[in-house]
Structures are given as C-alpha cells and as structure tokens.
C-alpha cells in the first residue's frame, strides 16, 4: 500500500504525525487496543460523554478480557461502543479513540475470542493469562534462577531440576531472562 494520506484514509486509517509501528505475531492485538486506549482515556479531556465515558468503559472491558474474565457478550458491547464513540464525540481524539478497537475487531477478532474463550494469549503479552514453569528435560542445576526470583519461589539445588512454586510467582519472567539454557519456559 502506498503510505499516503489518501490511501491510508481509504484503508481506514490516518497518517498521522507519521510514525509507522510495525508488529508481528509476538505481539497481542488485544494488548495494543488496551495500550492505545489507555492513552486515549487518560488524554480524553472530558467534555463530552461519549468520549469520557466511552473510552473509560471500553478500556474496563480490555482489562476484563486480558485478565481471562472476558464474556463473548463483551465483544459486542465493545463494539457498540466504539462505534457511538466514534460518530459522537465532539473531537478528532474521541472519535479517533476506538479505531484499534474496530480495527483490531474486524481482523483479529479470533485473538480476542482466544483471550475469552481459551483463555489463552497466544503471543504470551497478557500476564495473567500466562506462567513460567521450568523444564526438566532442559535444565541442568545451574541455579542462577532462583537469587533473581523476587518472591523466592523458584527452589532447588544444584545440578537438580528447579521448580516453580505457581502460588508464589509473580509472572515477573526475572528467570526467563536469566536462564542461559532455555530451560524456563512461558507456557
Ligand atoms: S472527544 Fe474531545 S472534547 Fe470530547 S471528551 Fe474527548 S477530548 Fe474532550
Ligand atoms: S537458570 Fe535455567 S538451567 Fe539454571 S536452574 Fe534455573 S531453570 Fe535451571
Ligand atoms: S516469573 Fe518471576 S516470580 Fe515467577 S518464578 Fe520467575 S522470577 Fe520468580
């Protein structure tokens, strides 16, 4: 596609201060909906309803489906939303606001009913819907985890297999990061 104002405009889009983001299969449509509209809600000025309260209850029904208690039901409501948001509000930021909601709706919307349905995140961005564990098979006892680990519940000794304590771990990754042999892994 050309990236111009006219192509981009046709394509539903805007050009903007001419920044370009480009993502991959590692990143989360619905975490990014979440990240811009967070700016959005913050940066909304309040005068106006749609746009206050809009990008303040879309923003809740985000977090509800990146934390795993999305309902299918939310898609909708999400939507309806955007779209009065974005015919109603009084300025270019309300009515700009919703479009990675619709546009990440329109096609990616299997990501969103993975978060809901599955409740998985396939590119492993929404914390509570991942953890760490550690693979026996890959891990050889070098315990440079366990004095990274915030909440000390990674355990073991050396040249043994260590292990996670779920109820403790904080899904920080401190020990995904650290491991030199690719023994923790983000399931
Ligand atoms: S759309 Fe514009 S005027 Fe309305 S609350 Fe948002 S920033 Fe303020
Ligand atoms: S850093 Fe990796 S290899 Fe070393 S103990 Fe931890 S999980 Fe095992
Ligand atoms: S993710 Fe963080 S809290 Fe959880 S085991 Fe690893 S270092 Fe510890």
Redesign the pocket.
Known sequence: MEVDFGPLAKAGSIMGSGGMIVLSEEDCMVDISKFYLTFTQEESCGKCTPCREGTTRMLEILEKVTSGKGEMSDLDRLERLAKLCQQTSLCGLGRAAPNPILSSLKHFREEYVEHIVDKKCAAKKCVALIKYE?SADT????????PNCPTEC?T?TRKEV?VIDQDRCVKCGQ?FE????D??ERV
Not at 139 to 146: D, L, M, N, P, Y
Not at 178 to 181: D, K, L, N, P
Request: charged share 5%; hydrophobic share 40%; proline share 0%.
């Open positions: 550690i891990c050889i006892g070098c315990t440079v985890c366990a990674t073991g260590h020990c650290v491991c030199r042999f023994a923790v």
